[in-house]
């Protein structure tokens, strides 16, 4: 029988935890694929795995070094852990091991909460070349075709038939024009999405000063509008402007009640009329569920489509039990990760999809 490896992976997870490490659901969602790819037959694969996608810091080694030869193997650590040999200019491997982990592929797919500072400032920048566009809309706006099926334009036809001395040698036609759909992103900063919040931030202010027609809050206790805090170039800036614009940030989440003043505000008024919705939020919620789903139908009604991104949906054997999650679920058209820049790539081609 082929073994679990997100069972494995979880169990691990576990040792690892109870040893005093920090390990986020993410990363042991990250670790389970890894061990996909390895298997469990080398320990030296599995050694290296690990230490990948599980350890945050150079101080964690040796208490990693610990748990692993407790939990998988009397092999002497000291054996497992040779420096990988570079195998090319972005693939690494341990020796007689194919782990093909690239630096830039594993922060790709390493959970956020687990991010040092360098690599946070390391996505940044790669957050930078994410380019966040809303699938295309038929506009009411017209543009000349030169052949084939449209609507008859007229005054061009008269026109090019006044340079042939009255004679239409050419039929001009018009079709309608499309343009991409608006992109309203709506970001929980609440105590609960604190390990995400930073990075989920640096993806508000990619898509705000990459697109024209996307616009971006924060979901607290209370609703902020971020999209003049985050149109700015500089992320540095756009980030200091948006954390001093945000009064409850690392607070209490209240979504049935913003979701209320959005709509309100901005939702029904036009802003979500035939948008993408993206609410980007793990589900924990201290209002009433009653009125979130309420808020969420009446959004759903204007909305072209809801995307829901939740951090925590990597986590092996996640179901949806929050109660705003729970309440919020049955309207969602989209349900998606978003707990690595890998999710968020996806989510990007996701939301230019028809």
């Known amino acids: 029988m082929e073994p679990d490896h997100s069972r494995v992976a979880v169990a691990f997870g576990r040792v690892l935890r109870a040893s005093g490490l920090d390990v986020p659901v993410g990363s042991v969602a990250t670790y389970a694929r890894a061990l996909d790819a390895v298997g469990l037959t080398d320990p030296a694969a599995v050694y290296w795995a690990g230490r990948t996608t599980l350890v945050t810091a150079p101080e964690h080694i040796a208490t990693y070094d610990e748990a692993f030869a407790a939990f998988w193997s009397p092999t002497p650590i000291r054996s497992l852990a040779r420096r990988?040999?570079?195998?090319?200019?972005?693939?690494?491997?341990?020796?007689?091991?194919?782990?093909?982990?690239?630096?830039?592929?594993?922060?790709?797919?390493?959970?956020?909460?687990?991010?040092?500072?360098?690599?946070?400032?390391?996505?940044?920048r790669?957050?930078?070349?994410?380019?966040?566009?809303?699938?295309?809309?038929?506009?009411?706006?017209?543009?000349?075709?030169?052949?084939?099926?449209?609507?008859?334009?007229?005054?061009?036809?008269?026109?090019?038939?006044?340079?042939?001395?009255?004679?239409?040698?050419?039929?001009?036609?018009?079709?309608?024009?499309?343009?991409?759909?608006?992109?309203?992103?709506?970001?929980?900063?609440?105590?609960?999405?604190?390990?995400?919040?930073?990075?989920l931030l640096r993806f508000l202010h990619a898509a705000v000063a990459g697109g024209r027609r996307v616009e971006a809050f924060a979901l607290g206790t209370r609703l902020t509008r971020l999209t003049r805090e985050l149109a700015t170039r500089d992320p540095d800036e756009a980030v200091r402007r948006a954390s001093r614009a945000v009064p409850d940030w690392s607070?209490?989440?209240?979504?049935?009640?913003?979701?209320?003043?959005?709509?309100?505000?901005?939702?029904?008024?036009?802003?979500?009329?035939?948008?993408?919705?993206?609410?980007?939020?793990?589900?924990?919620?201290?209002?009433?569920?009653?009125?979130?789903?309420?808020?969420?139908?009446?959004?759903?009604r204007v909305a072209h489509r809801i995307v829901w991104v939740n951090p925590l949906k990597a986590t092996p054997g996640y179901a949806p039990l929050a109660q705003g999650m729970a309440a919020a679920l049955p309207h969602v058209d989209t349900f998606v990760e978003g707990h690595s820049l890998a999710a968020l790539e996806e989510l990007a081609g996701e939301l230019a999809r028809r």
């Open 126 to 199: 790669l957050m930078g070349d994410l380019r966040l566009v809303g699938a295309l809309r038929r506009s009411r706006r017209l543009r000349p075709v030169r052949r084939g099926r449209g609507r008859p334009d007229v005054r061009r036809t008269v026109r090019h038939a006044l340079r042939t001395g009255g004679e239409t040698v050419h039929r001009a036609y018009l079709t309608p024009s499309e343009r991409p759909r608006r992109v309203v992103l709506l970001c929980d900063v609440s105590g609960s999405m604190e390990p995400y919040a930073r990075a």
């Open 251 to 300: 607070g209490g989440t209240r979504l049935g009640e913003g979701l209320r003043t959005f709509n309100d505000r901005w939702g029904t008024a036009g802003m979500a009329r035939g948008a993408v919705v993206v609410i980007l939020s793990d589900g924990w919620d201290r209002g009433r569920p009653e009125l979130l789903g309420a808020e969420m139908a009446r959004l759903g």
């Open 84 to 124: 990988p040999e570079i195998v090319g200019p972005t693939r690494q491997r341990t020796e007689g091991v194919g782990l093909k982990y690239s630096a830039r592929e594993v922060l790709r797919e390493k959970d956020f909460a687990a991010y040092t500072h360098d690599e946070h400032a390391e996505a940044r």
